[in-house]
C-alpha cells in the first residue's frame, strides 16, 4: 500500500474523510470572521461620521467660512476680501454665501469686498436673500463687482445689491441680462390619457392642485399666479432700477425680456460699467478703497464630510436639480436655462 492510501485510512490524515470537514469547517469560519470584521469595520464608520455630522451641526453656530490667502502682502493688517458666488442659487449654499458677507461685514480690518459672480442665477428667495444682506454690506463697505463667464437672472440679481455706486466689470466673454422670473410648469394631459392614468386628488381648496400636471390651467389658476410672477418681476425691475442709477423703471422693463446680453451689449444698454476681469475689478477696488498693498482674501466654508461621501462639493458647479427630491414643489426662480426648469445648486 502507498503512503498516501494510508494516510488516508488514518483518522484526521491528510485526504481523509475527518480532514476534509475540518478544512472546510475552517475555511467557512475564517471567511465569517472576515465579514464580521469587514462589517464591524463599516459599522464603526458610519457611527463616526454621523458622531461628526451631528456635531458639526450642533456647533454649526459658532463655526464660519475659513479664509484663504489670495494676493497682495501677506503681512498687510488691511484687507479686501473677494465673495465668490459661483453655480446656481439655491439651498444649502445660501447660507454659507450669507455667511460670508457676514463674515465680511463684521471683520473690520476688510476695508472693501470684491464680487465675483459666475451663476445662471437660481430662487427668487434665495436671490433675494443675499441681495439684500448685500445691500446692509455696501452702505458700510464698497462693493466692486465682476462677472464671470456667465452673470444672467437671479446671478445679476444679486450684483444690485453691490448698490448704485458700485462698478461692474463683465468679461469680453460674459453672457448676463436674461430679467424675469419663471415657474416651470409642465401638463401631460394627453399622455395621461393615452396611458389611461387619471389624477383624482383629495383637496379642501379650488386652487390646492393648480399646478398639477395632470389638468389644463383654467383662467382663475393663471390670474393666481400670474400675479406671484407679476410681483416677482416687478421686484427685479425696481433692485435694477434702484443699483443701476443711469436706468430708470422704463428703459429696465424694456431690457427684461428674459433675453441674453453679450458684455459689449450690456454695456453699451447700462447693465454694466466696463470690459474686464477679476484682477481688472480688484484693481478698481484697490484704488477705490486708497490702498496701496492690502492683503487680499477669499472666504471658504467647511466641508461636511457627507458633501463629499456623496459626491458634492462644498461649492459645486451649476447641475440640473440637486433638489431633485423636492422636484413637485412650485418654485419661482430667476434662473437663465435652456428650458426655465433646471435648478442646481452652486458654488464654488
Do not use: C
Not at 458677507?101 to 433675494?128: F, M, Q, T, W
Not at 393666481?224 to 416677482?232: D, E, K, S, T
Not at 431633485?324 to 445648486?345: H, I, K, M, N, Q
Amino acid at each position: 500500500m502507498t503512503d498516501d492510501f494510508l494516510n488516508s485510512l488514518r483518522p484526521g490524515g491528510p485526504g481523509s474523510p475527518v480532514h476534509v470537514v475540518l478544512h472546510h469547517k475552517r475555511g467557512w469560519l475564517a471567511r465569517l470572521w472576515y465579514w464580521l470584521v469587514f462589517l464591524a469595520l463599516i459599522g464603526s464608520i458610519a457611527v463616526n461620521l454621523w458622531t461628526y455630522r451631528n456635531h458639526r451641526h450642533y456647533f454649526a453656530g459658532l463655526q464660519g467660512p475659513e479664509e484663504r490667502y489670495h494676493s497682495g502682502g501677506s503681512r498687510a493688517a488691511d484687507k479686501l476680501a473677494i465673495i465668490r458666488i459661483s453655480g446656481t442659487i439655491s439651498p444649502p449654499f445660501t447660507s454659507q454665501i450669507l455667511a460670508d458677507i457676514k463674515r465680511a461685514k463684521e471683520d473690520d480690518r476688510v476695508r472693501g469686498v470684491l464680487l465675483a459672480i459666475n451663476s445662471p442665477g437660481g430662487l427668487v428667495a434665495d436671490s433675494h436673500q443675499i441681495h439684500h444682506r448685500l445691500r446692509e454690506l455696501s452702505v458700510e463697505k464698497p462693493i466692486v463687482v465682476s462677472f464671470g463667464s456667465l452673470a444672467a437672472s437671479g446671478g445679476y440679481y444679486v450684483a444690485m445689491g453691490a448698490g448704485p455706486e458700485s462698478r461692474i466689470f463683465a468679461e469680453p466673454t460674459t453672457w448676463t441680462g436674461s430679467i424675469g422670473v419663471i415657474i416651470p410648469h409642465y401638463e401631460v394631459v394627453g399622455l395621461a390619457e393615452k396611458l389611461g392614468v387619471e389624477a383624482a386628488p383629495l383637496k379642501t381648496g379650488e386652487f390646492k392642485d393648480a399646478l398639477s400636471p395632470f389638468r389644463p390651467m383654467t383662467d382663475r389658476d393663471k390670474e393666481v399666479w400670474g400675479n406671484i410672477l407679476n410681483q416677482a418681476f416687478e421686484q427685479f425691475v425696481e433692485v435694477i432700477d434702484q443699483g443701476r442709477p443711469k436706468l430708470d423703471a422704463e428703459q429696465v422693463r424694456a431690457l427684461a425680456t428674459g433675453q441674453i446680453y453679450t458684455a459689449k451689449d450690456a454695456r453699451e444698454n447700462g447693465l454694466v460699467d466696463e470690459l474686464g476681469y477679476e484682477e481688472d475689478a480688484l484693481d478698481a477696488l484697490r484704488k477705490k478703497t486708497g490702498l496701496a498693498d492690502p492683503k487680499v482674501i477669499e472666504y471658504e466654508s467647511p466641508s461636511p464630510v457627507w458633501t463629499w461621501l456623496i459626491g458634492l462639493s462644498p461649492r459645486p458647479a451649476a447641475s440640473p436639480w440637486p433638489l431633485g427630491w423636492e422636484g413637485g414643489t412650485p418654485r419661482a426662480l430667476y434662473l437663465f436655462s435652456a428650458g426655465g426648469s433646471d435648478v442646481g445648486a452652486g458654488r464654488r
